[in-house]
């Protein structure tokens, strides 16, 4: 029996279906005693350093966490569950963390894009039963803007480079933690877990690769999903937008048996689109709530979902704010969420008012979950101009000429699924999202969906330059080379599919396979 730590902030289902997946079961730990009468403990915090320590000092769980930490029970922390075994975080100024291990937190210092997101490998410093059964070689899932700082070097388990080597998790005694998501780790990180519950297991010290630890491009498969005309949730797939072919939506399959048939090919991220969201309210929409708690039993990788989160009014009368719909998805299972149509009234709003309400859902998320937590999603159409003058947006020159042999472009938002366009461009989109607290944007192009004609260099580029936080690049990928192609010509760190893999014309092992000595990828 395990004791899980959940003080109400994020993502516990994960760690509890993976958990379970190894046949082990979780006690949620919902008063102070169930701390003191655990025998094995995990934590798996999720958000913000400070309102982390508030919502354990709030519900007592301080001073039996501590008792527990001394009492040399196992106990096994996990990304923000690691950093708050340490004294103090840069986070959060001033409030104290735990004090088990000396160090503090520090926000990464690097040009590279934070969070430091996805997948990267860990250098074993000393044997741990954690490493049982693994080569050495294998990537763990990240997601985080700050790592610990070990000042006993005895005390530290793994590193990871990212521009520099970080501490990637401790160890003392039986108390182990991670800065990586075991959860969402695939096979390499359900065989930690495993080790973790079997306690007794021998310590093993694998070999690690020679050299600096890289953080791999990510390949993720996009399911768009709806109710078709018979009423049933269908993965379905537009050509630029359009679902429907002669009048009916296109039916490409079982949201469930096709995101884990993706898992099992080696997808590093499986997402979710609930494309009529904007019109049907998600928490009225329970079958896609369904899919979500079904793939998350089956699937231990991320997984993002998006559709529907705003605020809305249900016919009852009864208000729901956006913050409510997240909670729900993350309840359900989702790691990060997406917002679509909301983040372009939230940027207009931002411009018109020339700064944050404080209130938006992406402020509101990302303060309770993590800016990781929160994707945007942009959906942005290619409009021609004469002239860079011609529009008050951001506008590129562009080697692809438009019908009247224009040479200048700007990809105009829009919402509700492409069909109403807004006087918003997508890299002010992005740069006003990343301010507001997004931690990633997810770049769609109408133009290419569909298509196979590669995608939107030009697009992704320029967004991909105005902002810091991760880019997903997706729509357009008719082959494999088409992914080397947009990661050596952007700086992007993941790129998207959906029509390819679901018309079964590539595998993802087929495209990883391509890729595998022209770009660090996961295997
Ligand atoms: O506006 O917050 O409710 O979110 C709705 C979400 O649904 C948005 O993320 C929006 O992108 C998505 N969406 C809405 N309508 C459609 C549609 O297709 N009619 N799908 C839609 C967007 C784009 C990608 C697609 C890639 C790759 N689909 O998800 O998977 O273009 O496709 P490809 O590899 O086949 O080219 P809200």
Redesign the pocket.
């Known amino acids: 029996m395990i004791t899980l730590l959940d003080y109400g902030a994020g993502n516990v289902r994960s760690v509890i279906n993976a958990i379970e997946h190894l046949g082990g079961s979780v006690r949620v730990a919902e008063r102070a005693e169930d701390i003191a009468s655990a025998e094995n403990l995990v934590f798996p915090g999720v958000g913000a350093f400070g309102s982390m320590m508030e919502r354990l000092h709030a519900a007592g769980f301080v001073a039996p966490l501590k008792a527990y930490l001394q009492s040399g029970r196992p106990f096994l922390g996990i990304c923000l569950g690691m950093q708050a075994l340490f004294n103090a975080s840069d986070e959060s100024p001033g409030i104290p963390g735990l004090g088990l291990f000396n160090g503090t937190v520090r926000r990464f210092a690097t040009g590279l894009a934070v969070p430091h997101m996805g997948w990267n490998n860990i250098r074993i410093r000393q044997a741990s039963p954690l490493f049982a059964g693994l080569r050495g070689d294998e990537k763990f899932y990240f997601v985080h803007s700050y790592h610990v700082t070990a000042d006993n070097p005895e005390e530290i388990l793994t590193t990871t480079d990212y521009d520099y080597s970080f501490v990637s998790a401790v160890q003392r005694g039986a108390i182990v933690a991670t800065q990586y998501h075991p959860e969402k780790s695939g096979a390499a990180g359900l065989q930690l877990l495993r080790n973790f519950l079997a306690a007794g297991t021998a310590p093993v010290c694998p070999p690690c690769p020679e050299g600096p630890t890289r953080l791999a491009k990510r390949i993720i498969a ?1 399911l ?1 999903v709806r109710a078709n005309d018979q009423n049933d949730l269908v993965v379905t ?2 050509d630029r ?1 359009d ?1 429907r072919e002669a009048g009916a939506v296109r039916n490409l399959g079982q949201p469930v048996a096709l995101a884990r048939a993706y898992y099992e090919d080696g997808a590093d991220e499986i997402t979710f ?1 609930n ?1 009529t ?2 019109r049907d309210f998600p928490l009225e929409d329970m079958p896609m709530l369904a899919v979500l708690k079904e793939t998350s039993r089956r699937v231990f990788v991320p997984l993002t979902i ?4 705003r605020d809305y009014t249900d016919v009852h009368g009864r208000h729901h704010d956006a913050l409510a719909v997240a909670a729900e998805y993350f309840r359900s299972g989702a790691d990060k969420i ?5 983040a372009v009234d939230i940027a207009e709003t931002y411009l018109q008012r020339g700064r944050a309400t404080g209130d938006s859902a992406i402020e509101q998320i990302s303060r309770v979950y993590g800016s990781q937590a929160v994707v945007i ?1 942009i ?1 942005p159409r290619r409009v021609y101009v004469a002239t860079p003058d011609e529009v008050p947006h951001h506008v590129l020159q562009t080697a692809i000429p438009g019908p009247r042999g224009e040479r200048y472009c700007w990809y105009q938002c829009t ?1 509700k ?2 069909r109403e366009g807004r006087p918003i461009d997508a890299v002010t989109l992005a740069r006003v999202c990343q301010q507001l607290g997004a931690g990633e944007i997810l770049l ?1 192009c109408i133009d ?3 298509t196979r004609d590669g995608f939107d260099i030009e697009l992704i580029d320029a967004v991909k330059k105005a902002v810091r936080i991760p880019v997903i690049a ?4 008719g082959s494999a080379a088409h992914f080397l192609e947009v990661f050596t010509r952007t700086g992007t760190e993941a790129a ?5 893999f679901h018309r079964r014309e590539l595998s993802i092992q087929e495209v990883k396979g391509f890729l595998a000595d022209k770009v660090e990828i996961r295997r």
Do not use: E, M, P, T
């Open positions: 996009c768009d797939k537009g937008y679902v689109l494309i969201g904007f998006g559709g529907g989160i997406s917002i679509g149509s909301d999603s959906d919402v699924g492409g769609n290419r969906d569909g997706s729509s357009g990928a998207l599919a959906a029509g390819i």
